[in-house]
């Protein structure tokens, strides 16, 4: 697996998403990792994706048609992220907190 690395000092805000994070650095290793285009479901605005993506067989044989199952994991911001964001200041991370 490619090394990444993980603030510890998020706490229970890196805790929470620390193994989807994980799961979809192993998919983006084995190829299972799609770009696609979705509905906000609570605005309608139209958002990017980063989905897993399963073949999954098809019961049906009069329906010989591919089909996927997609997983979504994130969703890039539509806005400049430094205009929403406020990131942590690197200058504090050390070898402690970085894992």
């Known amino acids: ?31 299972d990792v799609i770009l696609v285009q979705c509905k906000h479901a609570t605005t309608g605005e139209d958002v990017t994706a980063i989905c897993t993506i399963e073949s999954v067989d098809n019961l049906h044989k009069d329906d010989p048609e591919k089909h996927y199952d997609l997983t979504p994991f994130a969703v890039f911001l539509n806005e400049n992220p430094y205009d929403v964001l406020i990131p942590p200041d690197a200058k504090e991370l050390d070898d402690a907190s970085v894992h």
């Open 1 to 31: 697996m490619t090394k990444v690395k993980i603030d510890t000092r998020g706490g229970l805000a890196i805790d929470a998403h620390k193994e989807n994070f994980l799961t979809l650095m192993a998919a983006f290793e084995n190829g």
